[in-house]
């Protein structure tokens, strides 16, 4: 089992920065891809992917939408990985959600993420 929890989110106005931290405990040994996730606001909103990492760190990839203005690292030896966010607008309002999967590769598929953290909300302000 491995808990996640999410911080770092807020309200910022567009334009702005922050950057999303998740901390891992329980079982850190397994190596795992991490990725973050989102779910805007609204009852038919769906959860979308956002960016993800595999276990070294060499492999990343992102949502169209967010390539080129966020980025996602991680320091294994914190068990942390990190969202940071620039260039915000209020189409990035949304719960962040970090997730983990026992994977090789940095997945974007949400349903191959085992764990899940319970979600930081960023609010953009325009």
């Known amino acids: 089992q491995v808990h996640l929890v999410e911080s770092g989110g807020g309200l910022v106005q567009a334009g702005g920065s922050l950057r999303l931290t998740c901390t891992a405990s329980?079982?850190?040994?397994?190596?795992?891809?991490m990725g973050w996730f989102r779910q805007p606001p609204g009852i038919e909103k769906e959860r979308e992917f956002v960016a993800s990492i595999n276990w070294k760190g060499s492999s990343t990839e992102y949502e169209d939408t967010v390539n080129g203005r966020f980025a996602i690292s991680r320091e294994n030896v914190k068990n942390t990985v990190y969202l940071q966010m620039n260039n915000l607008n209020s189409a990035d309002t949304a719960i962040y959600y970090c997730a983990a999967a026992i994977t090789d590769y940095a997945t974007p598929i949400d349903y191959e993420y085992e764990y899940w953290g319970q979600g930081t909300q960023v609010t953009v302000a325009s």
């Open positions: 329980g079982n850190t040994d397994t190596r795992y891809a």
